[in-house]
C-alpha cells in the first residue's frame, strides 16, 4: 500500500544515536504498523537509518520519512544538505522536508524557497515547517504562495500553543506534536514553567488507571483527540508498541482535565522562536552543516 498523507502515528528519534537501540526501535515500529519516521539533520542519526532501513527492505512506497533541515543550511546550503541527507537516509526522496526552526525572515523564505523547487524535481513530496509561529508562517506564505504543508510544534498537557494550533488547523495546516510527556518525568527544558504539579500527576496517574493504559498512551491519545500527529519515541521495544496501541477514547470531561493543566502563553512561544534565530552566526550560516555519515558532537 502506496502511503502518501502523513500517518496519525510515527516513530520519533531525537536522541537515539546509539546504532543498536535504534535498530531495534525501527524494527519493533516496523513490525507493530508504524510507517512514519521521522528524524532531522541535527538529530546527527540519518546514516544509521538508512543502514536500517535498507536492510528491512521494505518498499519504500509504504514508508513515510521525514527529516528537517538544520538551521546553518538556510542561507546557502539547502540544497546541498538535501542531496547529503538523501544519501544518507539512501533513499532518492524524502516524503515531507521541514524547516527545523523558524529564524530570521531572510533566511527563513530562502531555504524555503529551495524546499519548494526540489518539490517541483520530486526530490521532496511535501514541504512543511517545524517551530513557527503564526507570523513567521505568513510570511512565507505572502512571499511564495504556498502553506506549509505540516507545522512540527512542542504540544503537551502544560505547553499547548492554542493559538497556533487553532491557526494552522483553520488553515488546513497539519500539526504534529513533540514533547508530549515531557512534563511528566521531567520539566521541558525550554519552558521551565512546564512542570507539573504533584496535584496533576495524581490526576494523569487517575486517568491512567481509568482507561487501563499508560501515560504514554494517556496523552498521545489526548494529542490526537486535538487533531494532532505524534511521534512518540523510545528505544524500549515494549513502549514503541504500546504507544502506537492507540485503539480508546478519552471522554470529554477527562479531555478536560487535562487541557486546564495548560499554562503556555503565545508570548512564550514568541520568545523561544527569537531563542533560535540568535543561536544561529553569520559564520555558521555560511559553513553550513554539511557531512557525509555522522558529525562531531563538538559542532
Not at 512546564?194 to 491519545?221: F, H, P, R
Request: net charge negative; charged share 25%.
Amino acid at each position: 500500500m502506496s502511503i502518501q498523507d502523513l500517518p496519525k502515528v510515527g516513530l520519533g528519534t531525537w536522541l537515539l544515536t546509539d546504532f543498536d537501540d535504534l535498530k531495534q526501535s525501527i524494527q519493533t515500529a516496523w513490525k507493530t504498523g508504524y510507517r512514519h519516521i521521522d528524524t532531522a539533520q541535527v538529530y546527527n542519526n540519518e546514516y544509521d537509518i538508512g543502514v536500517i532501513l535498507k536492510a528491512l527492505e521494505i518498499d519504500r512506497s509504504e514508508l513515510f520519512l521525514t527529516t528537517k533541515i538544520a538551521p546553518p543550511n538556510y542561507l546557502k546550503h539547502t540544497k546541498a544538505s538535501v542531496s547529503e541527507s538523501l544519501a544518507r537516509l539512501q533513499t532518492s526522496y524524502v516524503d515531507l522536508i521541514l524547516l527545523h526552526a523558524e529564524l530570521g525572515e531572510t533566511a527563513n523564505l530562502a531555504a524555503y524557497q529551495a524546499l519548494l523547487d526540489l518539490q517541483m524535481e520530486g526530490v521532496v513530496k511535501h514541504v512543511g515547517v517545524s517551530n513557527f509561529s503564526i507570523s513567521g508562517i505568513q510570511k512565507l506564505v505572502e512571499e511564495t504562495g504556498v502553506k506549509p504543508y505540516c507545522n512540527q510544534i512542542v504540544c503537551s498537557p502544560t505547553t499547548r500553543p492554542l493559538e497556533l494550533e487553532a491557526y494552522c488547523l483553520e488553515e488546513g495546516i497539519l500539526l504534529t506534536g513533540y514533547s508530549i510527556l515531557k512534563p511528566y518525568t521531567t520539566p521541558n527544558p525550554f519552558y521551565p514553567d512546564s512542570a507539573l504539579t504533584s496535584e496533576e500527576k495524581v490526576q494523569l496517574d487517575d486517568l491512567c488507571e481509568k482507561y487501563d493504559v499508560n501515560i504514554g498512551q494517556l496523552l498521545n491519545k489526548w494529542a490526537l483527540q486535538h487533531d494532532y500527529h505524534v511521534i512518540p519515541k523510545s528505544k524500549n521495544p515494549k513502549r514503541v508498541e504500546e504507544n502506537y496501541q492507540l485503539d480508546f477514547e478519552i471522554l470529554a470531561q477527562d479531555m478536560e482535565i487535562i487541557d486546564n493543566m495548560n499554562r503556555f502563553s503565545s508570548q512564550e512561544y514568541q520568545e523561544s522562536v527569537k531563542q533560535w534565530e540568535n543561536q544561529i552566526t553569520e559564520e555558521q550560516f555560511e559553513t553550513g552543516l554539511l557531512y557525509k555519515e555522522h558529525f562531531q558532537r563538538d559542532l
